[in-house]
């Protein structure tokens, strides 16, 4: 079976541009989440998307927005990029009766 | 607000089990352990959870202790593959509790 897939693999923006992330879950997983991974430091949780409603939102400023498809699949936006968003982004959909979460192979974003 | 505590790093030899512990002293009834690792640069990979028992995939075992208050992760033979970052991480069972914090987790290294 396939597990989660994130598109683009790697990314390079400049400062003040925007980006697009995308994330096709797991067939059959109704959840997905987005976290962002700074450099040597644990992931940190942006958003999690539950049958296209958004179920819960991190810490992080309005620049950042997400949302889900009727197939389940997720875009995440982020406007005006800074140098600090750069970061490894992952997504991860979530199964069964306590919604557990696998993970993608996650996108790269460096902020030039 | 990880709710888990790990040493930061630890050394096993390679065919030896590995012993991974956690601290989760606040721990609530309904909140689960998960553990994720983390292979450089990669997204993070389910390794197992649980709540009370203990529990056995085909990847490792984990072991709660009877106060729910601490937990052993066990990589019964390590290889060079499992050097990683291990992070337990507690979260609740219920649809509400979406999140996974993840703190610094445990640099695990495998030498031959």
């Known amino acids: 079976d396939a597990g989660v897939t994130q598109s683009p693999t790697h990314l390079i923006k400049t400062r003040g541009q925007h980006v697009t992330l995308r994330c096709s879950p797991i067939?059959?997983?109704?959840?997905v989440s987005w976290y962002q991974q700074v450099l040597g430091q644990g992931p940190q949780f942006i958003f999690q998307y539950y049958e296209k409603e958004e179920r819960g939102r991190g810490n992080f400023p309005d620049r950042f927005s997400a949302r889900q498809f009727p197939n389940y699949s997720s875009e995440l936006n982020v406007n005006a990029l800074l140098l600090g968003d750069s970061a490894l982004y992952l997504c991860?959909?979530?199964?069964?009766?306590?919604?557990?979460?696998?993970f993608g192979p996650g996108t790269r974003l460096t902020v030039l | 607000d990880a709710k888990t505590t790990q040493p930061p790093s630890m050394d096993c030899a390679e065919g030896r089990a590995a012993n991974l512990p956690c601290n989760h002293s606040?721990?609530?009834?309904?909140?689960?352990v998960y553990w994720y690792r983390q292979i450089h640069s990669q997204g993070p990979q389910y390794i197992i959870h649980?709540?009370?028992n203990n529990e056995t995939n085909e990847m490792a075992s984990l072991i709660i202790t009877e106060d729910r208050k601490s937990s052993t992760l066990i990589l019964p033979h390590a290889t060079l593959r499992d050097t990683a970052v291990y992070y337990c991480i507690v979260r609740g069972g219920s649809s509400n509790d979406y999140k996974l914090s993840f703190g610094a987790g445990t640099t695990v290294t495998v030498r031959a």
């Open positions: 649980g709540l009370k």
């Open positions: 606040t721990i609530s009834g309904n909140e689960y």
């Open positions: 991860a959909s979530g199964a069964g009766s306590t919604d557990t979460q696998y």
């Open positions: 067939s059959g997983h109704k959840s």
